[in-house]
């Protein structure tokens, strides 16, 4: 049986990746004594946001901030957004709620969902729950031999551990970057773990004008 906290969680739309209970060094605050990561896996959550969005801006952010500040409240939690400053380090989180592990492209790659999820933030809690620990399993990139995620980008954007934002924005500015934009990041699609969970076509050229207008700002 779902534990209630995490099957509250999924009925708001969003996926529970992983939780721990914290120790000195995570960086939480002293009255922290459980800690759930969320996000989006697959369609849900952003079918959610498609129809609960204000029809003039695409403010994923914003959106996310009232949704679940709403579901923390519920549930008795503060929640940490990845998206305010100063940063918090949510992928160093992950790793220790079991969340996934670093893949060749420097993304999180999730034993179930692969490349196709994203940390929308973490619930603080006062109290323990009795979840069973969190694993993520071994990482699928190490018996992947011909890593084809390096290779699939039509720009070569990515070696291993690195990533030109400026080549790939240049790109999918171009006509020759309408796939991309159309499908979503074509390294992504190369990987073989979680395609189920690949972005359709509307949420990916959601992310795709998203992640232009974040390199427009930081001018790429």
Not at 46 to 74: G, I, K, Q, Y
Not at 107 to 128: E, Q
Not at 145 to 151: H, N, V
Request: charged content about 15%; glycine content about 10%; hydrophobic content about 40%.
């Amino acid at each position: 049986m779902e534990h209630p906290i995490l099957a509250t969680i999924g009925r708001e739309g969003f996926t529970a990746f992983g939780w721990f209970a914290p120790r000195p060094g995570d960086g939480l605050p002293e009255d922290t004594r459980f800690v759930i990561l969320i996000g989006n896996a697959g369609p849900q959550m952003f079918r959610r946001f498609a129809r609960e969005r204000h029809p003039s801006t695409d403010a994923l952010d914003a959106w996310t901030r009232d949704v679940v500040n709403a579901l923390a409240a519920d549930l008795g939690a503060r929640p940490i957004f990845p998206f305010d400053k100063p940063y918090p380090p949510i992928l160093t989180w992950a790793r220790r709620a079991g969340g996934g592990h670093v893949s060749p492209l420097g993304l999180n790659i999730h034993p179930t969902y692969g490349l196709w999820h994203a940390y929308r933030a973490a619930l603080l809690f006062p109290v323990a729950f009795d979840l069973p620990p969190a694993s993520a399993g071994a990482h699928p990139c190490e018996s992947c031999a011909e890593k084809p995620c390096l290779t699939a980008c039509p720009v070569g954007a990515f070696t291993t551990g690195s990533y030109d934002t400026k080549a790939c924005a240049g790109h999918l500015r171009s006509v020759a970057g309408e796939p991309c934009m159309a499908a979503g990041c074509l390294a992504r699609h190369a990987c073989p773990v979680g395609q189920g969970f690949a972005y359709a076509p509307a949420q990916a050229r959601f992310h795709m004008r998203a992640f232009l207008a974040a390199r427009q700002q930081a001018g790429d």
